[in-house]
């Protein structure tokens, strides 16, 4: 079972920030979150990962909760391309990456 | 850098049949995952190859295999098709592993089984 649950879909009108919540309570120490996504069809894409940290790239902004049980990814300026499936994965070392069923996120134009 | 490549994208093959698809890493990436992807399951992990050792493996029959060359570039082998293997199967790579950093996946092959 994957490490992590999401909620199955989200909507966020274009323009505005988009807040994809995970929830990773049973998260070990040495376990980074990382953030994926896939647009229809395509391969995944990376987008972010972080240990305790937030983090942010040209991409997005991972907010990671104090005592790591959740994170948010946050996509400042939603755009319709950002429409697609948003993965959050829990993975450290020599773990093979088990990928949960994701946020559906759909972009209102 | 050239991205992770996958041949062939499309493939259909008849039940009983055995398929071999192909995944080429970014150049210098030691780790090639194999994942399955269909509407009713998900992406769900396959097997991992590090320096030509398996080193993960997922919960599949042993129809489905694989192999990583010495350039890293790695095959999955199905045999035996059955309907339920049409899916999308994807790679990707990374320089430590699934696990360690980020992976790059490539396109995809589409398989479909009749």
């Known amino acids: 079972d994957a490490k992590t649950t999401q909620p199955p879909s989200m909507d966020c009108a274009e323009g505005r920030a988009a807040n994809l919540p995970c929830n990773h309570s049973?998260?070990?120490?040495?376990?980074?979150v990382y953030w994926y996504r896939q647009i229809h069809s395509q391969g995944p894409q990376y987008i972010i990962h972080?240990?305790?940290n937030n983090e942010t790239n040209e991409m997005a902004s991972l907010i990671i909760t104090e005592d790591r049980k959740s994170s948010t990814l946050i996509l400042p300026h939603a755009t319709l391309r950002d429409t697609a499936v948003y993965y959050c994965?829990?993975?450290?070392?020599?773990?093979?990456?088990?990928f949960g069923k994701g946020t559906r996120l759909h972009i209102l134009p | 850098k050239a991205g992770v490549t996958q041949t062939p994208r499309y493939l259909i093959k008849t039940r009983g049949q055995q398929v071999t698809l192909s995944c080429s890493p970014i150049?210098?990436?030691?780790?090639v995952s194999w994942y399955q992807q269909t509407p009713g399951q998900g992406l769900q992990f396959l097997f991992e190859?590090?320096?030509?050792?398996?080193?993960n493996k997922g919960n599949f029959p042993g129809r489905f295999s694989g192999r990583q060359f010495s350039n890293s570039r790695s095959e999955m082998n199905v045999s035996t098709l059955e309907l339920g293997d049409s899916a999308l199967y994807l790679c990707?790579?990374?320089?430590?592993?699934?696990?360690?950093?980020?992976?790059?996946f490539g396109p995809g092959t589409r398989l479909t089984v009749t």
């Open positions: 049973t998260i070990s120490g040495n376990e980074y």
């Open positions: 994965i829990a993975t450290a070392g020599d773990d093979k990456i088990i």
């Open positions: 972080g240990l305790k």
């Open positions: 150049s210098g990436h030691r780790s």
């Open positions: 190859y590090f320096s030509e050792t398996q080193r």
């Open positions: 990707a790579s990374s320089w430590e592993g699934t696990g360690t950093g980020r992976q790059y």
